[in-house]
């Protein structure tokens, strides 16, 4: 587990439980409130290898963050920085290079499969055909 300045740590899951969309996690040894406030915002990294395979058409939110998208036409319009969950189709957070690589914007596009329209795991690829006027938002 880690986060900006954090040392990464290894701890051991005891329990786990879903409430909604949400999971609530138990480390072993963590065994209080104020305990574990220390772990509270920070990032946990897990092996891929106890992953459940998800049906054709679906992917991890980690499998999507720093794929390059494109348009149809071949038009590069940055990569993947991270994505929101929004109740409907999850929105696409795409870092553009503006002006050079000298200033930086974010684009926000929506994972819908009649916008994305083809990813490719292999290349890092996402590409979309987004309906006109979405690119100029």
């Known amino acids: 587990m880690g986060g900006p300045g954090i040392v990464a740590s290894r701890q ?6 879903l409430y909604g969309n949400k999971v609530v996690i ?3 040894g963590i065994d209080t409130a104020r305990q574990a406030e220390s772990f ?4 946990i990294l897990m092996p891929c290898n106890g992953l459940v395979d998800l049906p054709e058409g679906a992917y991890y939110i980690f499998e999507l963050v720093g794929m390059r998208v494109r348009t149809r036409s071949g038009r590069d319009l940055g990569h993947v920085r ?13 870092e553009t290079p503006e002006a050079g690589d000298a200033e930086r914007s974010e684009l926000m596009i929506p994972a819908a499969r009649s ?6 795991k292999a290349a890092r690829t996402i590409t979309i055909d ?3 006027g979405l690119l100029e938002l």
């Open 26 to 28: 138990k480390f072993r």
């Open 12 to 17: 051991e899951i005891e329990t786990y439980a």
């Open 40 to 43: 509270e915002g920070l990032d």
């Open 130 to 132: 987004p309906p006109e």
């Open 82 to 94: 991270r994505v929101i969950e929004t109740g409907g189709a999850p929105l696409l957070v795409i």
């Open 115 to 120: 916008i994305c329209t083809a990813i490719d």
